[in-house]
């Protein structure tokens, strides 16, 4: 079945065949991209759409997001907003609560956010574990995240649970041992949130090494609340992505800008503990590959909103806005490894966002408005 997207205002693609077109149509068939060019000369299709002048791009790739968890944590925000620090201690309450939780409630946790994302244009989204931290409980957070998303992450290391304070060397073998057994048949990536308070450089290693000999492949939690040695570890290991990257030393910056690794960016994070975000112009002109994504979880980020996160790197980051939106598409594609995500051109995946705005720019210049009028899901409209 072919679909046109018709009157298009302006398609943006990210492909260097197309660029971006002005007055333009748009052609999908059997789930891809088949054809893009001038209103008027597109190739007639089974059904079509009318984008009625607004704006069309590639569906948002969010590359970085927590959806298995129960409770709610609303109240700790508030306690920030009044002063308090963010420091990760609330991780445990929300698995205190995920393990109590029953297969359904979880269950419907993800499915509601994985909608609620999508209405909001992610058409690709990664999921992470790290709220079970039991091999029971880990792997029943992947089997549900792999229910909605084929991309999902393995962070039984997220932090030490209080049943093994003290004691961290052995949870970190667990992690590396029959956690990650019964984990990796649902995971395609392996995550550890490298920190002060969490994973120190050689249990982050130790971590994504046994990671990578199942087969999983490597990501990570990296220089988010301090300094410290995640990014150059990411960088060591190959990562597809170091995320967070909001303290750099000039040193993390040039490893990351001689390396395939990008930086994932999560400005809703800096936003919820009201911290100061990443300077992405830096990383932008030494060269380094961008994505930005939400960290969509009931701690430091829960928001779903690429949107918001695209307006707060323009507003807070120094990005443009074209890049905001690259970063936001193809940059998390190449955060996730994948080339046939984040772009428009002929063979893409069709997921497409169409917008009720005349440029993709006012995602960023209309800040919390509900653009997004049409969302095209392997060329399904949703
Ligand atoms: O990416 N940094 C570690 N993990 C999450 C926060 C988890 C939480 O506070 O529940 C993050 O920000
Ligand atoms: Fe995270």
């Known amino acids: 079945m072919s679909l046109l997207i018709d009157n298009i205002g302006e398609l943006v693609t990210h492909d260097p065949e197309f660029g971006v077109l002005l007055d333009a149509a748009l052609v999908l068939d059997d789930g891809r991209v088949a054809w893009a060019g001038p209103r008027g000369l597109a190739p007639a299709a089974d059904s079509s759409v009318d984008a009625a002048g607004g704006a069309v791009i590639p569906g948002f790739v969010d590359s970085h997001a927590h959806l298995v968890f129960a409770g709610d944590r609303a109240a700790e925000f508030a306690a920030r907003m009044a002063g308090e620090p963010y420091t990760g201690g609330g991780i445990g309450t929300t698995?205190?609560?995920?393990?109590?939780?029953?297969?359904?409630?979880?269950?419907?946790?993800?499915?509601?956010?994985?909608?609620?994302?999508?209405?909001?244009?992610?058409?690709?989204?990664?999921?992470?574990?790290?709220?079970?931290?039991?091999?029971?409980?880990?792997?029943?957070?992947?089997?549900?995240?792999?229910?909605?998303?084929?991309?999902?992450?393995?962070?039984?290391?997220?932090?030490?649970?209080?049943?093994?304070?003290?004691?961290?060397?052995?949870?970190?073998?667990?992690?590396?041992?029959?956690?990650?057994?019964?984990?990796?048949?649902?995971?395609?990536?392996?995550?550890?949130?490298?920190?002060?308070?969490?994973?120190?450089?050689?249990?982050?290693?130790?971590?994504?090494?046994?990671?990578?000999?199942?087969?999983?492949?490597?990501?990570?939690?990296?220089?988010?609340?301090?300094?410290?040695?995640?990014?150059?570890?990411?960088?060591?290991?190959?990562?597809?992505?170091?995320?967070?990257?909001?303290?750099?030393?000039?040193?993390?910056?040039?490893?990351?800008?001689?390396?395939?690794?990008?930086?994932?960016?999560?400005?809703?994070?800096?936003f919820s503990t009201r911290s100061p975000y990443p300077d992405a112009r830096r990383l932008?002109?030494?060269?380094?590959?961008?994505?930005?994504?939400?960290?969509?979880?009931?701690?430091?980020?829960?928001?779903?909103?690429?949107?918001?996160?695209?307006?707060?790197?323009?507003?807070?980051?120094?990005?443009?806005?074209?890049?905001?939106?690259?970063?936001a598409t193809a940059g998390g594609a190449r955060a996730l490894r994948r080339d046939d995500v984040g772009h428009l051109g002929i063979g893409a995946r069709a997921d497409v966002v169409v917008l009720d705005a005349p440029s993709a720019l006012h995602l960023a210049y209309r800040p919390g408005v509900p653009l997004v009028r049409h969302v095209l899901h392997n060329g399904v409209l949703t």
């Open 95 to 270: 698995v205190a609560a995920t393990r109590a939780a029953s297969d359904d409630e979880l269950r419907a946790t993800v499915v509601r956010l994985r909608h609620e994302a999508l209405r909001q244009g992610t058409t690709t989204i990664e999921i992470k574990s790290g709220y079970g931290l039991t091999v029971p409980d880990e792997a029943r957070s992947l089997r549900l995240a792999f229910e909605v998303s084929p991309e999902t992450t393995y962070l039984g290391a997220h932090v030490v649970p209080a049943e093994y304070a003290g004691r961290a060397d052995d949870y970190v073998a667990l992690v590396c041992g029959a956690m990650l057994d019964e984990a990796a048949p649902y995971a395609r990536w392996v995550d550890v949130f490298c920190e002060r308070g969490a994973f120190d450089a050689d249990q982050s290693r130790a971590v994504l090494q046994a990671g990578a000999r199942a087969g999983l492949l490597p990501r990570i939690h990296a220089n988010q609340l301090g300094p410290g040695p995640g990014v150059r570890l990411a960088v060591e290991l190959g990562a597809a992505s170091a995320d967070h990257c909001t303290h750099l030393s000039t040193e993390d910056v040039d490893a990351l800008a001689g390396s395939s690794t990008v930086a994932t960016l999560l400005p809703g994070a800096e």
């Open 284 to 327: 932008l002109d030494a060269g380094v590959t961008v994505a930005l994504a939400t960290d969509c979880n009931p701690g430091s980020s829960y928001t779903s909103s690429m949107p918001l996160c695209l307006a707060l790197a323009v507003r807070e980051m120094r990005m443009t806005p074209a890049e905001a939106l690259w970063s």
